[in-house]
């Protein structure tokens, strides 16, 4: 059954989506979501799928970020990569020989389809690593093991080491300024590159039984962007063996993709019933709606920045009045409350604690969260019992 299911979900005749590294690494982000595992790995188009619900994506970068990107992207990599290297060497090795522009090897990695590019860019790494020198992989292509079949992701580069240690480089157009960038933006790239890590590792292994050299992948990246509002480029090295071990556990969990499938109503499918120009949907959203509900979710704010469907998402867990719209950390100090008038029940002066506290707790033992609420409801009802509310004053209009 598995993949043949995986197929059906889809619908006849539909290709599935490749996965790319932003893909696995949004999924890594977001771990306890079926819907998204499921959808991701059958291969559905997401962001079509939230277009025929109604609610399409306003995510993606918009054009003139992507010609900026671009743009900063190659300049970076000019002559030879001689900066990116001196990035490389000043951030990650330093107290080791500096690389000599003219002896720094850049290998082609052109070849046909990305499985060529794949085996392409494996040859290469084996060999700079053989050479012993410094060598910079532009583009290179790696394949991913995602629930049985290969997914193709590409860095910006790769970094071999004249120890035979390999650096992934992510380049990215948002600014470091005094040397720290936006948090979220670190942490995103950060998850994407710890995807370009996982992807080399076996490579890697590869590499070391054929050279005789040990080859290590490191587990620090470098992050290149603009020095503060210029386009002169700046790096930062970023630990991503967190976001690593993530990754890593997410994809194997992938392999259960086919598990969550079987346990569907048997005639749920995702097909958009595509028209003849290849892009409209007649299937009716609310047919669409109740296959995407027969998956469970696990909605947070945090989706708004990574899944095309989080307009939809957030839609039902508000009308569900589901506290995981308030955010993960608003959550997790809930307990076991799990929607909105459960909250304000507990905080009401009779509140009382959710009808299965979970995690094993004693029933006579009151629920922290509940204990909290109600002194803040407590301490809220004082407040406005002591304040003195003006009065609205008549000589100016109020605000219409
Ligand atoms: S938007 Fe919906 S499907 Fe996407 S990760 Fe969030 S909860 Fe899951």
Redesign the pocket.
Known sequence: MGRARLTELRGPGVHPRPLDARALA?LAA?PG?H??AL?DGAGID?GALARALGSPAAYGQSQFALVRGTAFEARVKADGGTELLRLVHERLAPGTPAPVPEEVATPDLSAAGPAGRAARTALALREATAAGGWALLDHPMLAVEVAGSPAYVEPDAVVVHPDGSWTVVEIKSFPMIDGSADAAKVGAAARQAAVYVLALEPVARHADARTGRTVRVRDRVLLVCPKDFSNLPTAAAVDVRKQLATTRRQLARLTRVEEIAAALPARTTFDLRLADDGKTATRPPEELAEAVEAVG????PE?LA?????F???TRARRDGAVEALGRGVRGELGGLRTIEEVLAAAGPDGAGPADPGGGADPGEEDPAVVALRRAAALRAEALAGAAVPAPRTEEPGCR
Do not use: F, G, I, S
């Open positions: 949004a977001n979501c819907r998204r959808l997401k979710a696990a909605y947070a989706c990574a899944c095309e469907l989080a939809h998402c957030r």
